[in-house]
């Protein structure tokens, strides 16, 4: 989102058209409730040109500004602050904005998770993709976070098969994008991923794993089919972008670094 103010569509339609209109449609609803045949003959169309040329009806344009106001306001509002550039820019599979991210989710995540289940979330997913340009140094808006994250998508947890979950760590092994994760260690030697440690314990076929990812991967976005059948699925009814708001106004200043969650031996 930018800082320029949003623009309406034009339109010649005053109050008493628009009155008049809603009139007309409940006389056409009271017609059509007859048991007539009513059999359509001719189709007529007319194609309208929307430029600057129409002019734009100042009921509407006043009935909008002090929404539009309060929107401008909202999305100007500084909630944070960030002391270096966080990017999608990948180092060794990582980046600092994606392990920024998905550390935020999952801390958001595991007391969340915690106090509805009882349960310890084992670690985050996402994808690289998921995340639209960088977080520049200085301070943080609302605007930022949308422009960062233009998606509606929810934070979910899938409770998943070691089966599954070898699929996940093939993907990410095959795939060579530096897509956040959190709460793994994963040690690649040369092209393959050698070793995994989930939460400091080698991960095993034999287990199942509490995933944290989107809904939108869950369903099976971007090829992640491992996700789109869980023994079970929870939801934190949390929309991430507003969770990633929250968050940063909680700490102020958010931090995002390239670390030993990934490394890469020769």
């Known amino acids: ?3 320029k103010p949003l623009d309406f569509m034009p339109t010649k339609i005053n109050k008493i058209d628009y009155q008049l209109l809603i009139l007309l449609g409940f006389i056409a609803i009271f017609i059509s409730c007859k048991k007539e045949q009513i059999q359509v003959k001719t189709i007529k169309s007319e194609t309208v040109e929307i430029n600057d040329n129409i002019n734009s009806d100042s009921s509407i344009s006043d009935f909008v500004k002090p929404y539009h106001e309060k929107l401008t306001e909202k999305v100007s509002e500084i909630i ?3 002391d270096q550039i966080l990017s999608n820019e990948e180092v060794n599979l990582q980046s600092t904005l994606g392990n920024a991210y998905a550390d935020i989710c999952l801390n958001f995540a595991l007391p969340k998770f915690k106090e509805q289940t009882g349960r310890k979330i084992d670690f985050a997913l996402f994808n690289y993709g998921g ?5 520049y140094k200085g ?3 609302v605007e930022d976070i949308f422009e960062l994250m233009p998606f509606e998508n929810m934070l979910v947890i899938a409770e998943m098969s070691g089966e599954q979950v070898q699929s996940l760590f093939d993907y990410f092994e095959k795939n060579k994008k530096a897509h956040p994760i959190s709460g793994v260690n994963l040690t690649f030697e ?3 991923l050698s070793e995994i440690l989930i939460d400091g314990k ?3 076929k034999t287990e199942n794993y509490l995933v944290l990812t ?3 991967l869950q369903k099976g976005g971007d090829n992640m089919i491992f ?3 869980p023994i079970k699925l929870y939801s934190l009814d949390a929309k991430i972008r507003d969770v990633i708001i929250s968050e940063i106004k909680l700490k102020d200043t958010i931090k995002g670094a390239i670390d030993d969650r990934i490394k890469m031996i020769n």
């Open 1 to 3: 989102m930018s800082n």
């Open 80 to 82: 944070g602050y960030n």
């Open 190 to 192: 040369g092209e393959k």
């Open 227 to 229: 996700f789109k059948d």
């Open 139 to 141: 301070p943080i808006k």
């Open 131 to 135: 995340l639209r340009q960088s977080v």
């Open 214 to 216: 989107n809904d939108y």
């Open 202 to 204: 080698k991960f095993s």
